[in-house]
């Protein structure tokens, strides 16, 4: 089993960055493709950013490309997701994801996802 935990969301304006961080704890945490999915309002939870368990291959949704970075840090048992250039669409729910599944295909499929975290909530005003 493992717990993931999100943690760096927050109220921010258009234009700002921030840094989510996901701690995982439980089974080893190098064996495990990562992901972070992001809910809006009203909105179904959708793929964000994704790396492969190697931490070689990464995919981004179409939305976010150019301005979010997923990073790993296996020593530390970390997660990240770099936010630059925040429009206020990017306002969501956001939920980190790991899965056993090693292509970057499978990691953006929401059904894949074998464990998930209970989410962090960033808020971006115009």
């Known amino acids: 089993q493992v717990q993931l935990v999100e943690s760096g969301g927050g109220a921010v304006q258009a234009g700002d960055s921030l840094r989510l961080s996901c701690a995982a704890s439980?089974?080893?945490?190098?064996?495990?493709?990562v992901a972070w999915f992001r809910q809006g309002p009203g909105k179904e939870r959708d793929f964000t950013a994704g790396?492969?368990?190697?931490?070689?291959?990464?995919t981004y949704g179409d939305s976010v490309k150019g301005r979010f970075t997923i990073s790993r840090d296996n020593a530390k048992s970390m997660v990240y997701l770099q936010m630059e250039s925040l429009k206020p669409e990017d306002t969501a729910v956001y939920y980190c994801?790991?899965?056993?599944?090693?292509?970057?295909?499978?990691?953006?499929?929401?059904?894949?996802?074998?464990?998930w975290g209970k989410g962090t909530t960033v808020t971006v005003s115009s």
């Open positions: 994801a790991a899965t056993y599944k090693t292509t970057t295909q499978a990691i953006r499929v929401r059904g894949n996802m074998d464990y």
């Open positions: 439980g089974r080893t945490f190098s064996d495990l493709s």
């Open positions: 790396m492969t368990w190697t931490g070689i291959s990464t």
